[in-house]
């Protein structure tokens, strides 16, 4: 049986000496655990579904469907495993899609693998991985999303957008606000209609820009 207390990490990448050189490092990790692996996009969201991971290590490019078409198939499937990214340098324009399809953060494939343990981590308590230049890159994108529309939030939705910001899941805005985790999603929900806004990482860019949060 496995150990409940562990981070249960499922594997999307089509090199196998990629996935075998990623767990081997993982499985050393006390409080992480590899649980699966899938050697394309398709194959990927199958085990998700199957599995339930906590975190997905998720291929950009893959034959047939890839790692970003996976993602909203997940996010379609309301999958609640976070997926972080794993891309080259020269993919960099890849991540920007990839955050807008639902990706918690992205990780470089040489990274340093006490850095990929510390992604891992942050990802599932509920952060957003974003590093200084892919914040600016979606900054300018939605420059203009949502100007103007802050006044139409209620001060119990500025305290969740708030939140979010600061990287919490539903379940942490719920804690700290004394509320269902219902009640979050449905404030949650009302934050993107108001302000135009596709997702939970377009929410937090906005909070900061506006001097809401983090």
Do not use: C
């Not at 990629?18 to 699966?36: A, K, M």
């Not at 040489?110 to 850095?115: G, H, L, M, T």
């Not at 952060?127 to 999303?145: I, K």
């Not at 939030?153 to 942490?172: C, Q």
Request: aromatic share 2%; proline share 2%.
């Amino acid at each position: 049986m496995a150990d409940q207390g562990r981070i249960r990490v499922l594997l999307v990448d089509d090199h196998q000496v990629v996935r075998r050189g990623l767990r081997t490092f993982l499985q050393v990790q006390d409080d992480i655990e590899v649980v699966g692996e899938a050697s394309d996009g398709e194959e990927g969201v199958a085990r998700a579904e199957e599995l339930r991971p906590d975190v997905v290590l998720m291929d950009v490019k893959m034959p047939g469907l890839d790692g970003i078409e996976a993602l909203r198939t997940l996010r379609d499937l309301d999958n609640p495993a976070r997926v972080l990214v794993v891309t080259s340098f020269t993919e960099k324009r890849t991540v920007v899609p990839a955050l807008r399809a639902g990706a918690a953060g992205y990780v470089y494939k040489d990274v340093d693998p006490e850095a990929l343990a510390r992604a891992i981590r942050s990802v599932h308590s509920g952060h957003v991985l974003l590093q200084a230049e892919v914040a600016l890159a979606l900054l300018s994108q939605e420059d203009g999303v949502g100007q103007g529309r802050g006044g139409s939030l209620t001060e119990r939705e500025r305290e969740v957008l708030a939140l979010i910001a600061d990287g919490r899941s539903n379940r942490e805005i719920a804690r700290a606000l004394v509320l269902s985790e219902k009640t979050v999603k449905t404030h949650v929900s009302n934050i993107l209609m108001k302000l135009d806004l596709a997702d939970r990482t377009q929410a937090a860019l906005w909070a900061v820009r506006h001097g809401i949060g983090a």
